[in-house]
């Protein structure tokens, strides 16, 4: 149940910094006016700070060494996919 409830987390806050990316992507492009959407604008801004709270939480919660076993798996998987 849990692996699920983590799993369905990674998807939501991949797919927050998409919609967060897709929109600064259309706004540089002049797409889209910021003005005209401010309720679209103040969503996205809303959700990029949330995102970048939450980052930041696990970056600092990985940096604890209570949580050694989680960071070893991370870095085994990035060394898997070669980063």
């Known amino acids: 149940m849990m692996e ?4 369905l987390s990674n998807v ?3 797919l927050v910094i998409g919609a967060v990316a897709l929109y600064g992507f259309f706004a540089v492009l002049g797409a889209i006016s910021l003005a005209d959407l401010v309720w679209l604008t103040v969503l996205i801004g809303m959700l990029g700070i949330l995102a970048a709270v939450h980052f930041i ?3 600092r919660a990985l940096s604890d060494h ?3 076993a989680m960071a070893r798996a991370l870095h085994g998987w990035r060394e898997r996919r070669g980063f």
């Open 12 to 14: 939501f806050w991949a």
């Open 57 to 59: 939480r696990v970056r």
């Open 66 to 68: 209570r949580h050694d």
């Open 4 to 7: 699920t409830v983590g799993r």
